[in-house]
Structure formats: C-alpha cells, structure tokens
C-alpha cells in the first residue's frame, strides 16, 4: 500500500472536465489526496494530475466511462491499490447536450441517463461499501444542477437524469447515516462551455440576480461548507447566483 493515513483522501469521476479539474486541483490544495477518473481526454487528465500532484504527490488517476459498470468496479480496485481509506467521494462525472423532443434517439437517452444517472449510481454505490465499513465518518457529494427544478424544453433527459440524482442523494442519505453524510450540489450557470453557448457572459449573467456566471471556485465553496459540516445530510445546496428565484 502506498497510502499516507494521515491525509484525507478523495476520489472524484470526470475529473479532467473543466469543473472537475478546478475540483480536484483545490482539494489536493486543502490537504487531500486525490483520485480521479477520466473518460476520454488522457492528455487533459494528465495536466491535471501534474497539477493536483504538486499539492499532493501521492495523488492518481484512471481512465473510467462511469456509463459503464464494470469501470466503475475496476477504477476503484484501482483506487483501492493506492489508498487504504476514502474520506470523500465526488461524483462529478456528467454529460450534457440539448435534445428536442419528440426526436429524442434512444441512444442520445442512453448517452445523457447512462453517464449521469448509472453512473451516479454506481459510483455511489460502489464508495458507500468502501466507507461503511470505515470507523469514522465520511462524505458522498453529488453534483446535480438547477435545471432539475426548471423546465427546459430541449434537455429533458439531462435534466430528468439530475433530478434523479438529488433523489438518489436523499435515499443514500437515509440509508447510510449517520455514517455516510451525502448531500448534492446544484450549480447555475457555472464557466459556459464555449462549444454548447455562443452567447457572451454578460447575456447570460442577464437572467441572473447576482448578475454574474458561476466559477469553480463558488462550487468549491460549497463542497467545503459540506466536508466541514457535521450535521447537514440529504440536502441539496444550490449556488446558482440566485437563478431559481426568476
């Protein structure tokens, strides 16, 4: 084994995406070390890694497609070679495209449901066994988004997959206390993906009271409000700018 007990450590999915970058950047900056999955983009992840390893060397990485089960289950045996405890489990893995209905393919449903929602899951499920078995208290963070409480007309199973998520968050929640703290973070309008939004930012911060998009580091805030919180579980915490009260 060649974990160091003394530091917290953390695994993250769909750590080379742009929020899961900053993600696992700051927590190997507040003292964890950190284990995060990749699907595709090996080059990104590898910056990452650089990155992350400058704060904590021990730090690794896997290549997983959380839609697929048997990934999941062979990234933490992965995980489980390098560290002998799981303080906080980050489920950031996601995938998001707009789809019109009625035209909605199958294999468009199974691309958004299989990555957000299977891939919660069993992410999940996978990091509750290690940690119920750990004589102290750990952290399950879901990332879900606002969209779940909104109708969008073109993205009806991305947003139906991230309303599951905060439902599944609830029931982990339930089941696992008081061992297993598991709450969900619903981003707003968080760093826009250039290739989904041509819209400048200030279009966008139009319909946002705060009047500003989100960053990285606003969520960061909020998963570090959720590590050090001893008593908040099977909540949702919404960073949105204050979107929702549009």
Same mark, same amino acid.
């Given at each position: ?47 990452? !890694? ?61 691309? !958004? ?134």
């Amino acid at each position: 084994m060649s974990h160091h007990p003394a530091n917290k450590v953390c695994f993250i999915t769909g750590g080379s995406g742009r929020l899961g970058r900053a993600l696992a950047i700051s927590l190997a900056e507040n003292g964890y070390s950190v284990f995060f999955t990749y699907r595709s983009s090996e080059k990104e992840a590898g910056e990452v !890694l650089r990155s992350v390893r400058a704060h904590s060397p021990e730090s690794h990485m896997a290549r997983c497609d959380v839609s697929k089960v048997d990934d999941i289950r062979s990234a933490f045996r992965t995980f489980e070679n390098h560290f002998g405890r799981l303080d906080l489990l980050v489920a950031s893995a996601s995938n998001f495209f707009s789809t019109t209905l009625p035209e909605i393919s199958e294999n468009e449903w199974d691309s !958004l449901v299989d990555t957000n929602l299977k891939g919660t899951f069993f992410t999940m499920q996978e990091g509750a066994s290690i940690m119920k078995e750990q004589p102290f208290v750990s952290r399950i963070i879901t990332m879900s988004d606002v969209s779940a409480n909104l109708v969008w007309r073109n993205f009806a199973p991305y947003t139906a997959s991230k309303q599951a998520i905060q439902h599944l968050t609830r029931v982990f929640a339930k089941v696992f206390a008081p061992k297993i703290l598991v709450n969900s973070i619903a981003p707003g309008t968080v760093t826009i993906n250039p290739e989904w939004n041509r819209e400048p930012d200030y279009e966008l911060a139009r319909d946002i009271p705060l009047q500003r998009i989100g960053t990285p580091e606003d969520i960061m805030e909020a998963i570090l409000f959720l590590v050090r919180s001893d008593y908040v579980t099977g909540q949702v915490v919404t960073v949105d700018g204050g979107r929702l009260l549009n």
